[in-house]
């Protein structure tokens, strides 16, 4: 994961120099001419009505399929800089096909190398069942959905993705992951790229397009929604039931992957399907809305108690902040995993200290780094990713690779200048990581007091497949897990109440995972959903509550 780019409009940053030679680089140059971003799929994804409403923007023009990168590349880039003829200082395009067709990526990379993308994705089979509606409506296909699948899988699948062919690609193009790997072949900078999710942005259109205009680096604005969606489904149509199973089976290792890639699941894809007809768009009551950054009207996702408990959250107002913060950053930590619920009462007391600092180890796309930046206003930020290199005025991420104690070693002795008072580890997810890094971050980097969080402890109950090349082979109650390895850590915190032959019993069960000056620094564990939380010992609890005798100890 990475942050993503500048605020900075495009059309006012400096242009890129080739220090080799002293001379501007003629691609760059023209590139900041020509576009500053690209909406580049997926199809029917909603690209058009995301294209209408930024245009909508005083300082956004939107050309709607130029066809430049698929069919129109003969024409010239003199011809397509003609099309994005407009007085808006900041110029965009948006073909769908850009993602998809295969000679796309490189030519993007000639003409426009420094541009930034927009990928809306849709869940695939809603996603492949609207093409194919379309391509009804229009006459351009005449077979049933179901012989439209069965016609790909059998004699569409090696053939070359082209414009052409790309319209009859019902199901490949639901492979998400596939097209962003080919696109990041020649763009691998993770930060040009904006994913956005369909569902996400017409369920919470003003947190998300505040996401887009921030991402385009454009002031805020306020502007009706048209959830513009050209053409209806036929009436009563709907996917064969074996055929809406067979499509779950194809995409879902698709999806795994996309979501190991972002980060996070999308829970979106994976509700009941409606595959009918379509609300009519005249239906519909457009949403009137302001992208900010700062607008306190943005609900709070921050779960009240319900009005028939008699109980009250004690850290509702803690969460509130954490989570209004969290939400107009698009982090994963409040949407889709509700941390919001555990983190502030470990960590809020940290927020008025000043000149420490924090480590994050896996940056996703700035969303979790910018609310760290606000949550924290007085605090350095640090960043651990494999793909990203990059420093601000209060963040630097070091590119290191999680599975290498060596490189973490020289992160902590050489690297980080300022006293880190809290750790977050939302890195490979795998537990052999997780384990070894907390074994030596929690001891050589995160000062007296501070708190170690590890996130993404589901896959100790994985039992198959794996992340980023590594096997994820644990399962419930599985020794080797995470899970089970800080659980017997427990036994640690009260070794004061075990026997000298407990003692040894635990020894045993622990040393092999933790260093001696780990386990004797651990004052507290936590367990939410989802996370661990541990709390490091101040120099008061080593001085009243370490060594001492246990006045019961009769009873043992």
Partial sequence: ASISRDNEPAHKRVKQTDTSNNTTSSTSESSSRVVDFLIVGAQKAGTTALAKNLSKHPDIFVKNECQFFTFCWGFGVDWFREQLRSQKPVIGEKTPELIYCDDCAPRIKEVCPNAKFILCLRDPIKRAFSSWNMEIETKRETLSFSECIDRELATMMNEKRT???????????????????????????????????????????????????????????????????????????????????????????????????????????????????????????????TTTAENPEISDPAPEPPATSPWANPITSLAGDFARIGSRCGTDKIYQHGYHRFYPIHIERFRTLQGGGMLEIGVDESHSLNLWLEYFPHAFIYGIDIGVCKEGERFKIFQADQSKTSQLENIAKNLVTHPIFLIVDDGSHVPDHQVQTFNYFFTHLLQPGGVYIIEDVETSYWTRNGLYGYQTQYGYHHQYSAIEIFKDLLDDINMEFLTNNNRRAQDRRVSGCFSPETRADISMISFGQNCIIINKKTAEDREKYDDRKYRFSRNL
């Fill in 163 to 289: 414009y052409g062919t790309a319209e009859y690609h019902f199901v490949q193009r639901g492979f998400y992951m596939d097209q962003i790997e080919r696109f990041q072949k020649h763009f691998p900078d993770r930060s040009q790229m904006l994913i956005v999710i369909a569902e996400r942005l017409k369920a919470n259109p003003t947190e998300e397009y505040s996401r887009i205009v921030k991402f385009l680096g454009v002031k805020n604005f306020t502007f009706t929604v048209d959830d513009d969606n050209v053409g209806e489904y036929r009436a009563g149509t709907t996917i064969p039931p074996q055929y809406l199973q067979k499509l779950k089976e194809i995409y879902a290792p698709h999806n795994q992957r996309l979501f190991a890639y972002l980060g996070y699941e999308i829970p979106e894809w994976s509700e009941e399907r409606q595959t009918g007809n379509r609300v009519d768009k005249q239906q519909r009551i457009p949403e009137v809305v």
